[in-house]
């Protein structure tokens, strides 16, 4: 347990029915006593007169006490409910203060109940992909991982990559002749099994990623080939202006729409072409730096003349482009390949394969068990658990190499560890948990 009492404001700013001042440590049932003037009983709801130190009155709320190790931080809580206004959190806050505890850094009441082991690192993160989730999907996938479904096919893992080291390792040390490694169809089976579990874990947890973080996706094209208006059509609102004039559209222009749960950051831009205009010379400048970053391009052309001054050698090799050929209500006809999309902003035509396309193309498919939030770091973690039970399976059936298997198998399950926070660096904690909120 950590020495010293922290408290935090928990509650989101502005102004609401109910704000939460969140206290842990050993201090909390004293301070709990000199802000309430009770003897607060562990677990029971009381309505108390809230005090200052001096003995006014700041407001009547709810007090909560827990009793650790039956809390969140595995500490001792105090939870003071009042009304959802700052000035009067603050005086809360500050009474807190007053009677010992420190401000709590961001996400340091979750990262002692990781410390007080009431909850695994991947849950620790869970937590506050939990809070940031911007839809359905993705707030399920963080409950899930929350309630340690993530974490118990890690455990699994574990089990399965343990099993297969003392299977190895045994056999190395008591083998009197040679062992067939290649014969043996126990050890194939293991080893099929524990990669399908890995696979099976990286492919929702890879889902999770993308229903928290979405794609990023860039309109370009030449001026006046629709972009604005394709924008305005995904979107189903009139943000972006649309005129006939070419060189519109001259700033930036960033939207979010879902595709069945999965975020898609739109980014309109000013078209591509040499302007004597300095404005728009600027529009074009920072739409070539949208296009760099963003993971696919939607390369636009109208119908009525589709190979008028392609921009495709201009656009940069290392990001996918999907080719879209707009404005079909124009022409009856359009030569076009398989790849393109063809669509019209103005009447919508097209626009659902379009929504389909970009879903594709982030590989975006629902697993049946649905999908478990993660970070990339697991993510990391995982590929390399994998990678290493593929080259331990390979040194036993084509080299019979024992030992360098073995080996293997030790570093996936350190790779495994990291995880879910068995051995990680205070660094790396640090990181983590700097990015919480202040309060959780
Ligand atoms: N007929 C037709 N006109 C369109 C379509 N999409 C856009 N336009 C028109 O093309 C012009 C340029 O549109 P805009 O969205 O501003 O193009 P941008 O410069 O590429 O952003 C406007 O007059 C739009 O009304 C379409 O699908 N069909
Ligand atoms: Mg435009």
Known sequence: ?????????????????????????????EIAKLITHQNLQPRQ???????????????????????????????DVLELQSHGNHVLLDQLLEAAAKAGA???????????????????????????????????????????????????????IREQLLNCRVYVE???????????FLQDSDLADRFAKLNETVKQLLARSQEGILLRDGISIVIAGLPNVGKSSLLNRLTGQDTAIVTDIAGTTRDVLKEEINIDGL????????????????????????ARVQIDQADRILYIVQADKPYENSLLAELPVHIPISKVINKADLTPEIASDSETIIVSAKTGWGIDQLREHLKQCAG?????????????????????????IHAAHQSLVKEGAGEI???????????????????????????IFSRFCIGK
């Open 364 to 388: 975006f498919e629902k697993t049946p068990e649905g999908a478990l939030m993660a970070r990339r770091r697991h993510i990391t973690a995982l590929t390399n658990v994998q990678a290493h």
């Open 102 to 156: 420190r401000a709590a850094r961001p996400g340091e009441f979750t990262e002692r109940a990781f410390l007080n082991d009431k909850m695994d690192l991947a849950q620790a993160e869970s937590v506050s992909d939990l809070i940031e989730a911007s839809t359905a999907d993705a707030a399920s996938a963080a409950v899930r991982s929350l309630q340690g479904e993530f974490s118990n096919h890690v455990a699994d």
């Open 263 to 286: 975020p898609i950051h739109i980014i309109d831009t000013a078209g591509l072409r040499n302007s004597d205009d300095p404005i728009e010379q600027e529009g074009v400048r920072r």
């Open 170 to 180: 045994s056999a190395l040390d008591f083998a009197e002749e040679e062992i067939d």
């Open 45 to 75: 709801a009381r309505y108390t007169p809230f005090y200052n130190a001096e003995g006014q009155t700041i407001d009547h709320g709810v007090a909560l006490y827990f009793k650790g190790p039956d809390s969140y931080t595995g500490e």
């Open 1 to 29: 347990m950590s020495g010293d009492t922290i408290a935090a404001i928990a509650t989101a700013s502005g102004k609401g029915a109910i704000g939460i001042v969140k206290v842990s440590g050993a201090k909390s049932h």
């Open 405 to 431: 298997a073995a080996e293997e198998l030790r570093v996936a399950q350190v790779q495994l560890n990291l995880i879910t926070g068995e051995f990680t660096s205070d660094d790396l904690l640090g990181e």
